[in-house]
C-alpha cells in the first residue's frame, strides 16, 4: 500500500506519515544499518545514539523522498536521503525549529 505523503502535508497532518508502517519500517532499517549511532557526531570522531532518522531533503519540500534511502543529487551521485543522528543534531539540521522554541523576553512586568 503506498502512501500520499503530499495529502498528509496538504492536510496539516504530517504527523500521520511519521506514524505510518511504512516509515515506521523504514526507520528502524536505517537505525539498524547505522548501528544505532549519529552519523554527524561519527563524522567529528564522537560516539552518540541515535534516536532519529533525519531526511536531508526535507520532507515537506520533497515529499516524493520521504521513504527514499537515497537520493541523486544535481551532479548525478547517488547520496544518503535518510541519516540516523541524535536529538541535538537533529535540532542542528532544523534551524527554524530552535527559533519556534526560543522563549520572547516578556512585553510588559505583568508577563513572566
Known amino acids: 500500500m503506498s502512501i500520499d505523503v503530499k495529502a498528509y502535508i496538504e492536510s496539516g497532518d504530517l504527523h500521520r506519515f511519521y506514524t505510518c508502517a511504512q516509515w515506521l ?3 528502524a ?3 539498524a544499518e547505522d ?4 552519523q554527524f557526531c561519527k563524522d567529528k570522531g564522537i ?3 541515535a534516536t532519529i532518522v533525519h531526511h ?3 520532507v515537506r519540500r520533497h515529499p516524493e523522498l520521504a521513504l527514499s534511502k537515497y537520493y541523486i543529487d544535481d551532479n548525478g551521485d ?3 536521503q535518510l541519516v540516523s543522528c541524535c536529538d541535538k543534531c537533529h535540532e542542528e539540521q532544523h534551524p527554524e525549529r530552535m527559533k519556534q ?3 520572547r523576553a516578556p512585553i510588559t512586568k ?3
Request: hydrophobic content about 25%.
Open 25 to 27: 519500517r523504514l526507520r
Open 29 to 31: 532499517e536505517v537505525l
Open 35 to 38: 548501528k544505532y549511532e549519529c
Open 47 to 49: 560516539y552518540m545514539r
Open 56 to 58: 536531508i531533503n526535507h
Open 78 to 80: 547517488r547520496k544518503r
Open 101 to 103: 522554541n526560543k522563549k
Open 110 to 112: 505583568e508577563q513572566w
